[in-house]
Nanobody
């Protein structure tokens, strides 16, 4: 079992930055691929970024590539999402997710943290 708790959300002006963090419980955190998703009001949840179990491989949605950076610290059981040059369209609830096998469903989800970007 892995429990995920997100933090770091808030209100920021366009062009600003936020750093989200996801803290994971459990001793097996390092075997999971981790990802961030987001869901804006009235829209479906969408993929934002992912990172492999050892941090060696990362993927980004086109909409955030070059502005967001995902990272992890397996010693601290955390994964972070550094968000720069934020835009109003980045406003959403951001979720952390853990995946044991790439290509299959994500096994665990956090409850989310709200990010609001004002114009």
């Amino acid at each position: 079992q892995v429990q995920l708790v997100e933090s770091g959300g808030g209100l920021v002006q366009a062009g600003g930055s936020l750093r989200l963090s996801c803290a994971a419980s459990g001793r097996t955190f390092s075997i999971y691929h981790m990802a961030w998703f987001r869901q804006a009001p009235g829209k479906e949840r969408e993929f934002v970024a992912s990172i492999s179990w050892n941090g060696g491989t990362t993927y980004y949605a086109d909409s955030v590539n070059g502005r967001f950076t995902i990272s992890r610290d397996n010693a601290k059981n955390t994964v972070a999402l550094q968000m720069n040059s934020l835009k109003p369209e980045d406003t959403a609830v951001y979720y952390c997710a853990a995946q044991k096998v790439v290509g299959l469903m994500y096994d665990y989800w956090g409850r989310g943290t709200q990010v609001t970007v004002s114009s």
